[in-house]
């Protein structure tokens, strides 16, 4: 194990901002600088030129003419004036008073925004640092946050959690404060607690809205994963319950971290794409596991009588009554009584992903299709959804499908006009060969409309490597990581450190209660509309479905 000062390598040195970012444009890549053009904002490209030769001087011919293309491609599209955000992360050092965080539900989510935030269990540490797999964590930014209270109706689940809370092992060499941690019975009891500052929400999605509701009466500070809530009128009840309360709420969805969407907000606004029509995006996997097919385990006992070890009515919470099953204990992602299916579980990430960039916000209408066609296990929610948004004040239609049978990539695609902008762990930009805007630079040569005008990698010349399936959909969706000053970060913990940050300091967070209230509107009219099976409308003026 290492020890103290070999936890506090490097931690002071600061990479060159940056450094391994890469914006390409067509032609050659040049990190000399000699095209004149900011590191920020144009690197490596990608050439629709055809070799001249191979000898040298034809080469270095070659050579001076990809540097001249890419400039005038550059000076073409605006981006020799482009200046990307630049993240102070790794620079800040969270001072103040210890903030006070209490975990609600403390399952696989649970214990993954816990390590987010600083927390991890004494054997994972010792797993990881034999596997030498333990550096990335270490060198995150200490948050200085306690976690000081866990509930969870699964006496295993609230152990692992105590286990975690109490380690004293944190990022950034910095030493754990000696706080006590409480175990709740009720996460009512939680709130009542005034030792307790702020509350993350990681329980089963129909537990969310009135948990909300209810940290934000009692003044907590609100972290909650997706999805925002189940129903039109949970949603109404939440929002007025934050807004009037004060409480910083962030919703779950850390994509918005990704250095990716953040550069792609930006080359969109530059109207490199022209006018946008249609955005296609999608989901795609084909595993048990991915179908929410989960391990059930074997020591979950809800009998009364016995050793009780799940609370299973305080677990069902306003659902309809069922006798206790371990299978819904776990899968409760494939019934309607908790859940949302694909919509809530898949549709929410790809939903948040494009408002991010465009800021959408609620479609006027909204029409979903589908069904059960694979797997046959006596679930509710389809393993095939088709779901279609239309934003006509926008002249936008947002197209979704989602398939638990195919694992086959299908993209996440922004259409303009002019240009077309692939989106997933990286940026793709290619020129439409009717393009308006690009049409005498592709009658005279300079763009190549069968090759990627721009493309965008932020973690450039960098393995990423990942273990499972499920973390390799993760990743190539921007899920897991990013790369922030040539250094990757996962983005769970960017998203957490944001709401700290807004806590702390003031200001709004990128996922809060208004942009949930769009989200969990567009995703509660997609449920409805398959549910029903006909089109359902936003009210704009009543402020609900019809």
């Known amino acids: 194990m290492n020890d103290h000062n070999d936890k506090n390598r490097n931690k002071n040195t600061i990479p060159e901002k940056n450094a391994g970012n890469e914006m390409n444009v067509q032609g050659k890549s040049d990190k000399t600088g000699k095209s004149g ?21 034809q080469l270095l011919k070659k050579r001076n003419y990809d540097l001249e293309k890419r400039e005038a491609v550059v000076k073409k599209l605006g981006l020799d004036t482009m200046d990307f955000p630049v993240s102070d992360y790794g620079t800040r050092r969270h001072g103040g008073d210890l903030l006070r965080v209490g975990i609600i539900g403390y399952g696989a989510r649970g214990n993954q925004l816990a390590r987010s935030l600083g927390f991890m269990h004494p054997d994972e540490v010792k797993r990881r640092h034999e596997l030498g797999d333990l550096d990335e964590w270490l060198e995150q930014e200490y948050l200085n946050v306690a976690i000081t209270g866990i509930c969870d109706v699964f006496d295993m689940h609230t152990e692992n959690g105590m286990a975690v809370a109490q380690n004293d092992i944190r990022p950034g060499g910095q030493d754990a404060p000696k706080l006590p941690v409480k175990r709740y019975g009720h996460y009512r009891e939680m709130l009542d607690d005034k030792d307790i500052d702020a509350v993350i ?138 859940a949302t299916g694909l919509i809530g ?85 290619n020129a439409d060969r009717n393009s308006t805007q690009y049409q005498e630079a592709i009658q005279s040569g300079l763009i190549d409309p069968s090759a990627p005008m721009i493309t965008y990698n932020p973690g450039a010349g960098q393995v990423d490597a990942v273990t499972s399936a499920s973390e390799r959909y993760y990743a190539t969706r921007g899920l897991t990581t990013t790369t922030i000053n040539g250094r990757r970060v996962d983005v769970t913990h960017l998203h957490l450190r944001e709401w700290i940050n807004c806590i702390r300091d003031g200001g709004v967070p990128s996922v809060n209660v208004d942009i949930a209230f769009d989200e969990g509107i567009a995703c509660v009219m997609a449920q409805r509309a398959y549910v029903e099976k006909r089109v359902v409308e936003w009210d704009d003026v009543a402020r609900k479905i019809v």
């Open 37 to 57: 053009i900011s590191r920020r904002t144009v690197v490596k490209a990608l050439a629709g030129i055809p070799v001249l030769g191979l000898f040298g001087h």
């Open 201 to 338: 929400i990681a329980t089963p999605d129909h537990h969310h809205g009135q948990m909300t509701v209810d940290a934000a009466k009692a003044g907590k500070h609100i972290y909650c994963e997706k999805t925002v809530a189940n129903t039109e009128k949970e949603m109404n009840e939440l929002y007025n319950a934050v807004k009037e309360s004060g409480v910083v709420y962030q919703l779950g969805h850390q994509i918005t971290q990704n250095v990716i969407y953040q550069q792609a907000r930006e080359l969109i606004k530059r109207d490199i794409l022209g006018k946008i029509t249609l955005v296609q995006t999608t989901s795609n996997r084909n595993t048990a596991h991915g179908a929410w097919i989960r391990h059930l385990d074997g020591q979950g006992n809800p009998k009364p009588g016995s050793e009780q070890t799940i609370d299973w009515m305080q677990w069902l919470g306003k659902a309809p009554y069922t006798p206790f099953s371990i299978e819904r204990f776990y899968n409760w992602t494939l019934y309607f009584d908790y």
């Open 345 to 429: 579980q898949l549709f929410t990430h790809e939903f948040d992903a494009i408002n991010q960039i465009l800021r959408l916000g609620i479609p006027k209408t909204v029409t979903s299709s589908g069904g059960t066609y694979f797997w046959k296990d006596g679930r509710d929610m389809a393993d095939l959804l088709h779901i279609v948004l239309e934003y006509p004040n926008r002249d936008l239609t947002l197209l979704y499908s989602g398939s638990l049978a195919s694992s086959r990539g299908r993209g996440r695609v922004i259409m303009g006009h002019d240009a077309s902008m692939e989106i997933g762990n990286n940026i793709m930009i």
